[in-house]
């Protein structure tokens, strides 16, 4: 916050460029990885950072390990499902993995204070 | 979330404001011009299942990036569900959404307005009140427009009269006005298009669930399909139920049966199929489909009225800049639903804040999943996962599939509870 305060009184010359150009390089937010594309794909059903407001289970903050195993024992045919069986065939170990890690670390996104 | 990112909105406008009236206004101008947010300005069109998800990831991406959204209504009546109201399950009320929370919660500008020119060379999206946005990334998620040339005598105005309800609203109200008002052994005549088109399990669901009404409150009437196709989405499992529920009231003649439909006679309430006619008590005609007309002025789509584009980020590979997601575009083998626009949304915000930061976009995955229901408590899916291969959106091999048939009624019912469960999932990822 301090920063914009800076660019407010900066601006009136060159300065005010050097510092946006500077200010458009750095970046916001930690962007795009792989383990978040995996996982925002499921909060169609399980709802925005897997905090589900409806009967399907959510995902929020459960450590990875248990979503990592819940989904290779659906895609294995270990753990009986009506539609997650069908899904969990989609990703490989690895893809799970990541995928579950996304879920188990919810708290960087929402620390809007 | 580092402290530099909390610039709120009127911190912004003032760093704005102040850029603009600075000594140095040529220079400020031009920096502000191409970086009004930190990474860069996109607009979003189409506030549907597609765009609202592409402005709040990208804002979850990286929120420095300014995102505006461009909304015609001040509401959006979702698709999905909207078979629910015609049954009379649910009020209107149900698959009414509004903006206010995504626009606050994400720091999304949201402006209701008409685009009535999108300038890809200019990077500029004017709107009919006669302002204009720059753009560094343009989001297009405009949806449909339902071609009124392509059935003989099914205009505009005769949707009033037959109506298709395949935008939800006041066309959703029509119908159910109609099916409350039709006489018990009427006939509801359903007329869906040949592929592609928004929403395949859709007229199928719609069929199961305005029999659920007639079996309860006009038992003697029937719903006749008319189809410009030989087979449909989930159409065993929809058969099994249709015989299960409700015994012969559906009939479906696929077109080798006679049922493709080629135009309607609004004054007898017939509608022409390619070598005789049917009499309907209310007909919902449901029009080929392609993308949305400004999809087309802006010069986004080919010969075959959808807009190709680069499967990996749904950039357009007509115009520079501009992302199209959602029904409009062409996504490989993913369906026109609004689970698939959901999951395009975020591979389109990815690429776009990946490229606006300079950063190699993450591989990009996609899933749709699908709920129809053939009654209230009896729930049917499909769920595929996509990947890209060879450049084309490809379902994983192995992966998906529909439910099963011949299960047992309790994996009915907790897919129809699921089905809401869905509902509720996605209206809050989009609007909230």
């Known amino acids: 916050m301090w920063r914009s305060k800076i660019a407010l009184t900066l601006l009136g010359g060159t300065a005010a460029l050097t510092l946006s150009t500077a200010m458009a390089g750095d970046a916001g937010g930690k962007g795009a990885d792989r383990s978040e594309m995996l996982a925002v794909t499921c909060a169609g059903c399980h709802g925005t950072d897997g905090k589900s407001p409806g009967p399907i289970p959510a995902l929020h903050g459960l450590p990875a390990d248990y979503i990592a195993d819940a989904m290779k024992a659906f895609r294995d045919g270990k753990r009986p499902a009506t539609v997650m069986n069908r899904i969990a065939k989609g990703y490989s170990d690895a893809e799970i993995d990541k995928m579950a890690e996304a879920f188990a670390k919810p708290g960087e996104d929402d620390d809007d204070e | ?432």
């Open chain 2, 1 to 432: 979330m580092s402290e530099e990112d909390n610039m709120t909105d009127t911190q912004r406008r003032d760093f704005l404001k102040l850029a603009g009236s600075a000594p140095a206004l040529g220079l400020l101008g031009t920096v502000s011009t191409a970086r009004a947010g930190k990474n860069g300005r996109v607009v979003v069109v189409g506030g549907g299942f597609g765009g609202t998800i592409a402005a709040k990831y990208i804002k979850r991406f990286d929120p420095s990036v300014e995102v505006t959204l461009v909304e015609k209504n001040p509401v959006y009546y979702t698709c999905p569900f909207s078979n629910t109201v015609l049954a009379g399950m649910n009020s209107m009320d149900r698959i009414t959404h509004d903006y206010k929370k995504l626009a606050q919660n994400n720091d999304i500008k949201v402006i209701h307005d008409e685009v009535t020119a999108v300038d890809p060379d200019g990077k500029k999206v004017s709107l009919k009140d006669g302002k204009a946005l720059q753009y560094d990334k343009l989001v297009m998620s405009p949806g449909i427009s339902l071609d009124f040339n392509a059935l003989e005598g099914y205009d505009e105005s005769a949707a009033d009269k037959m109506p298709h309800a395949w935008k939800a609203g006041s066309q959703t109200r029509r119908l159910r006005t109609q099916l409350e008002n039709m006489k018990d052994g009427g006939t509801v005549i359903i007329a869906p298009p040949d592929n592609p088109f928004r929403c395949p399990p859709g007229p199928y669901e719609r069929a199961s669930l305005i029999a659920h009404y007639l079996k309860q409150n006009k038992p003697k009437s029937r719903v006749v399909i008319l189809d410009s196709k030989e087979k449909f989405s989930k159409m065993a499992l929809f058969q099994d139920a249709w015989a299960e529920l409700y015994g012969n009231m559906i009939e479906w003649w696929p077109k080798s049966q006679g049922g493709e439909v080629r135009g309607v006679d609004i004054a007898k309430m017939r509608v022409l199929t390619v070598d005789d006619y049917w009499k309907a008590d209310v007909a919902n005609v449901i029009p080929p489909q392609r993308a949305n007309q400004i999809a087309q002025d802006t010069g986004l789509t080919n010969e075959s009225g959808w807009c190709p584009v680069d499967q990996a980020n749904f950039q357009s590979t007509l115009q520079d800049d501009i992302h199209v997601i959602g029904d409009a575009c062409i996504a490989g083998a993913m369906p026109k639903s609004g689970y698939a626009a959901n999951s395009q949304g975020k591979v389109a915000a990815a690429a776009i804040v990946s490229e606006l930061r300079g950063q190699k976009p993450p591989e990009p995955s996609w899933v749709n999943t699908c709920y129809s229901l053939a009654a209230p408590q009896y729930g049917i899916s499909v769920a595929a996962v996509y990947e890209l291969e060879d450049g084309k959106i490809t379902g994983v091999e192995g992966a998906g599939g529909v439910s099963p048939r011949q299960a047992p009624t309790s994996t009915r019912t907790m897919e129809a509870i699921y089905a809401k469960g869905w509902y509720n999932a996605i209206t809050e990822d989009m609007f909230t």
